[in-house]
């Protein structure tokens, strides 16, 4: 479980302008009050005679355990760029489709933290392991997220209707993939997870 940290962050110095007027104004800024596992990056603009910018990020990540169920070894690939230019420590485990998945998920003891599932996969397909996944008393609580090339309407409402966490369409542009997973990884690091 995470621990919550009071992150203050204390100006001394400006960039230029008239720095004796800023630093009458000083103050002990209370800038986060975040779980230490998350990763955060802000930028403080300054209405004063000179702008400075002050970014600040933890890089404390809470270690997810992901299922990604995925048949298409170019966009597994692609997954493990993601988490590796994101500088991410999280543990992933790969499943061809949803019958090995299904395999995989056999082990309670050693369930995943979150899943992201393609939907269009052969044997079984990501709506039909959906369904099976929440008919399962142990299993229906995984946070499942589809991560689809997929922008059908039926496919969204399908999805939400049996119990999807959340759908995200893959971008066609690589810094954009990135972008998307960074941000639904941080929002689940900072989720209380459970299972059964």
Request: charged share 25%; glycine share 4%.
């Amino acid at each position: 479980m995470c621990s919550i940290r009071t992150i203050y962050i204390y100006i001394y110095g400006v960039l230029g302008g008239k720095s004796n007027t800023i630093r009458r104004h000083l103050k002990v800024i209370h800038l986060y009050l975040v779980p230490t596992s998350t990763v955060k990056e802000t930028e403080i603009g300054c209405n004063w005679p000179s702008l400075f910018i002050l970014k600040t990020k933890i890089l404390e990540i809470k270690k997810l355990k992901i299922l990604l169920i995925e048949d298409d070894t170019i966009e597994v690939m692609k997954f493990k760029r993601a988490i590796a230019k994101l500088e991410m420590a999280h543990e992933l485990t790969e499943a061809k489709n949803g019958e090995e998945a299904l395999l995989l998920l056999k082990d309670k003891g050693v369930l995943p933290d979150i899943i992201f599932l393609d939907l269009n996969m052969p044997r079984i397909n990501g709506l039909e392991f959906l369904k099976m996944l929440k008919d399962d008393e142990v299993l229906r609580f995984l946070p499942t997220i589809i991560l689809t090339t997929s922008s059908n309407r039926k496919d969204v409402l399908a999805s939400y209707s049996i119990g999807v966490a959340g759908y995200i369409i893959k971008p066609l542009k690589y810094d954009d993939y990135v972008e998307k997973i960074k941000i639904a990884l941080q929002y689940w690091s900072m989720n209380e997870l459970i299972k059964a």
